[in-house]
C-alpha cells in the first residue's frame, strides 16, 4: 500500500490507494480551505483547524435497518467517550417508506429527512454519506456520493462482488474522499488485542487459521425471501448468501491477523431451493449460497478453513477464529467477546495451559475510554470505536482501515470462494 500524506491545505495525497482531496473541488467541501470560509462557523470544520471545540461532522445516513441503527448509535455515543475533533451530527436520514423514516429520525434525532437518496447527495450540508441499505444499492451510491464529494461509509460487504467493488474503489480514490467500510469486528477490543499479540511475534510462525460464522434462522422452508428484513435471502439483491453476509467478516479479520490469501478451495449448498418472494408473491428458485466451507493457503504459508451456515441449529451468531503459531496459539468467540483465550508454549511446563484474557483493562485497545476496569461492553462498541478511528483518520490525515480498497481484497476471495464451489477447483485469489 502506497504512503499516504496529508496536506492541511489541499488534503490528503497518496499515489494509487488513498485520498487525493485536492483533485476535485466542485463545491466548498471538507477537502477545500473555501470550505470553511464558506459555510457558517457554527455548523463546518476545516481539516487542520485547531480550535478548542469540536467541528460538527454532518451525516447522512442511507438505510433505517438493523445496521442504520448500529451506526446511528455510534455517531451518537463517540464524542460523549472519544477525545476528537470532529463531532457527527444526524443531520438527515433517508429511506424510501416516509412515514416509518420520520418514525426512525425522531427516535434516533435525525434533524432531516429525505426519501430519495439523490436529493441527499445534492445536499451541500451533508459531509458523510453512510451507506447502510442492501447491498444491490452500494455501487452506485458510492460512486455518486464520492463524485459530489462526499466522505462515505458503506456497510459491508462493499459490494455484490470483486469487480462492482473495484468500481467503487476508483470512485473514491479519483475524489480523494476519505472512505471505510463497515467490517465491525475488528474493533472489538479482545480481535484487536489478538492483532497486537500477533504484531509482537508472540506466536511466531503461524500454522493455522479456523473461523467459523454459524448461524440458524433460515431453516424454515416457510420462511419467505427479498423485500425488508429479508433481503439477504435474495441473490439479486445481496449478490451471495453465507458468503458475502457472513464469510466476509471472517475473511475480513483473517486478512487484518494473518495477511493476504493465495488459494482457496469452497464446497456450498442451497438446502432450501425454492421459496416464496415477498415482492412478487411468487414461489422463485433461491440463488444464494445458505452454506459454505471452503479450504485456504495463506500467502504465509499458513493454512486456513472457514465454515459458515444458516443452518446450525441452536448457533444465532456464533463467530469463532482460532490461531495457531509455533510459540502460542489464540482464540475468539463472539458470543463471549471480551475474552481472548491465549495459550503460551513458553510458560513455565506445571503452570502452562490455556488463560482467559477479560479483556477490560484500561491498557486493552478501547477500554480505557469506557468504564473502570473489569466492566464490560459489547457488540454496538464496536461500531462506535470504528467512528472513532475514522474521525481521528479524518483529523489526523490517516486512513482508517478497512478502506474500500481494503475491502475490495476480501471481495476478490469472496468471488474467488463462489467460483471455486462452481468449478470445483482452487481458485487463485488475486493480489490486491
Ligand atoms: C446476518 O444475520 C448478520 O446480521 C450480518 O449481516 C451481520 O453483518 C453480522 O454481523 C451479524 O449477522
Known sequence: MAAVQYNRFSGFSCAGAGYNLAAVPRRP????????????????????????????????LIGYGFMGRAHSNAFRKVSNFFDLEFQPVLKAVCARDAQK???????????????????????????????????DMHKEIAIAAAKAGKMILCEKPLSMNGPEGLKMVQAVEKA??????????????AVALARQLIDEGRLGRIFHYRAKFLQDWTISKDLPQGGAGLWRLDVKVAGSGVTGDLLA???????????????????????????????????????????????????????ATFESTRYARGHKALYTFEINGEHASI????????????????????????RTIHVTDGD????????????????????????????DGVAKGKPASPTFRDALQTQFVCDAVLKSARTQKWEKVPSP
Request: proline share 4%; net charge neutral.
Open 364 to 391: 486493552h485497545p478501547y477500554m480505557g475510554k469506557w468504564w473502570v476496569p473489569g466492566l464490560q461492553i459489547g457488540y454496538e462498541h464496536s461500531f462506535v470505536h470504528q467512528v472513532a478511528d475514522f474521525l
Open 29 to 60: 467541501s471538507f477537502r477545500s480551505p473555501a470550505f470553511a470560509l464558506a459555510c457558517p462557523a457554527s455548523n463546518r470544520f476545516s481539516i487542520g483547524h485547531t480550535a478548542t471545540t469540536m467541528k460538527k461532522l454532518n451525516i447522512g
Open 249 to 303: 467478516h471472517c475473511i475480513d479479520t483473517a486478512i487484518w491477523l494473518n495477511g493476504e490469501f493465495e488459494t482457496v478451495n469452497a464446497m456450498t449448498e442451497t438446502f432450501i431451493k425454492e421459496r416464496k418472494h415477498n415482492l412478487t408473491g411468487k414461489v422463485e428458485k433461491v440463488g444464494i449460497d445458505d452454506a459454505c466451507a471452503f479450504l485456504a493457503r495463506f500467502r504465509n504459508g499458513s493454512l
Open 331 to 354: 482464540l475468539w468467540d463472539l458470543h463471549d467477546l471480551h475474552r481472548l483465550q491465549y495459550f503460551e508454549h513458553r510458560d513455565e511446563g506445571r503452570l502452562r495451559g490455556w
Open 176 to 189: 480523494g474522499v476519505p472512505n471505510m467500510v463497515w467490517y465491525n469486528y475488528r474493533r472489538v477490543p
Open 101 to 135: 423514516l420520520k418514525a426512525f429520525a425522531s427516535r434516533w434525532g435525525y434533524e432531516s429527512c429525505e426519501t430519495d437518496w439523490r436529493k441527499l447527495l445534492a445536499r451541500e450540508d451533508i459531509d458523510l454519506v453512510d451507506i447502510a441499505c442492501p447491498n
